[in-house]
């Protein structure tokens, strides 16, 4: 398993994954977009642009689902006619944004190769991404993180809790991707740093 790292000959941060690792981080972003355009929470769909720029039918109320909660909090807790109103101008284009994030992760990762089935062994996929799409990944990142933690109800200081898990455990499985991502952000991160 490689991170992300900064080469200065093409100005380019790169990555190479295997087969199953480039195929996880597309399911997960796939999931992650299926998620935010939950049609319940989305406003409606117009023909007519300068409506359509104008809408603020967003939802008022916090999402019932707990990573759609802890991806858009409640902005105003003491003041619940304030925070429906925050909400209902932010929230639709913040989940587009997101979505739009994963789906640079699924894009790029396609365009380097990563069929839309995985059934070849020994297969590795390698991503270049410029200064901008790679901060779009660690965003996504960031997202992703947050809905394994909040599916796992991880919280901070208590990594030897989950150290501690048996193998076998399904959660240990999930826990060790949570990792996986973390470790990806911070090379990206590093490789960012790098590039400035």
């Given at each position: ?8 000959r ?58 759609l909660?802890?991806?858009?909090p ?41 069929p ?15 200064a ?29 809790y ?15 991707i ?14 960012l740093?790098?590039?400035?």
């Amino acid at each position: 398993m490689t991170g992300f790292a900064y080469h200065r000959r093409g100005k380019q941060i790169a990555a190479t994954f295997s087969g199953f690792e480039a195929d996880l981080l597309r399911s997960l972003a796939s999931q992650l977009i299926e998620l935010l355009h939950d049609e319940a929470s989305l406003p409606q769909q117009t023909s007519d642009p300068l409506e359509a720029l104008l809408d603020f039918s967003g939802p008022t109320t916090e999402p019932e689902d707990p990573v759609l909660a802890r991806l858009f909090p409640t902005a105003y807790r003491d003041d619940e006619e304030a925070a429906g109103e925050f909400r209902r101008f932010t929230e639709g284009s913040l989940r587009e944004s997101k979505a739009a994030g994963a789906s640079s992760i699924v894009e790029a990762l396609e365009e380097a190769g990563l069929p839309p089935e995985l059934l070849e062994d020994g297969l590795m996929i390698d991503v270049e991404l410029d200064a901008a799409e790679a901060e779009t990944w660690m965003r996504s990142f960031t997202d992703l993180r947050l809905a394994l933690a909040t599916r796992l109800d991880i919280e901070e200081g208590d990594e030897d809790y989950w150290d501690q898990l048996s193998e076998e455990d399904p959660r240990s499985q999930v826990y060790g991707i949570y990792q996986w991502l973390g470790y990806l952000q911070e090379t990206l991160v590093e490789s960012l740093v790098r590039a400035a």
